[in-house]
């Protein structure tokens, strides 16, 4: 496995194309590795394509891949980056990602950043089928990722504030219902909705528009189970994994905040 990092360059049209769609990325991405073919399926709990987009600051923009194999981003240095400063090397990052993968033990605790797809079902009426909806606000996007199942299947858990750095209490909202408020180390940004064609990309006629809602959670966690971890880092968490969500990224907590 390979973690990459490539910085766009916002100022040219190619950049602003790609960032436009989420189709036109994805086929940017995929083009990036020469032995996957356009009708290549990842086999089922098998290392995958994962990629993310960070929106750091006005013109601060960095793709993030997991790849089972190192991608050749040539194209998108030509397109969308800086194509001289390509002298000095290939224009991106990539570094193995095993040592990282083989450092993760039960109880370890890293900071994190995922961008994800919090979706839930519902349905109207009791005879009406059930239908894929996203989370629009920030507290049921959290409420997503701090499900106790999901955090269980990941492999990890959401770390609480210390009691006194705490700025919100908890309780009930006045529905009734059960309010985390300020108690995990964990917060949401850069929430975004995107629509786009996928027709387009394969040449056929324009079908109806795929909606896509993505937030992006930095936090802290602990491992719960170091193999579940794995295949999270290398699988990803959540839908909408060909379109930038499901990639988590790690990082060591700052020295001596380990608790």
Known sequence: MYLTRFRLNAARTGARRLLSSRQVMHAAVMASFPNLLPADQPAPDAPRVLWRLDHNAPGEVFLFLVS????????????????????????????????????????????FRLTANPVHHIRRTDDEPRKRTAHLTPYHQMGWLLDDRRQERAGFRILEKPKEKRLLPGGTTHQGREHHGDRYELTVRDHRSHAFDKSRASGAKRGKPVTLVTATFDGRLEVTDPELMRRTLTQGLGKAKAYGCGLMTLAPLPQGEAR
């Open 68 to 111: 089972p194999d190192a991608p050749d981003l040539t194209h998108l240095v030509e397109q969308a980056g800086w194509p001289t400063a390509m002298v000095d090397g290939p224009g991106w990052q990539t570094r193995a990602y095993a040592p990282l993968l083989d450092r993760l033990t039960e109880g370890g605790q890293w900071e």
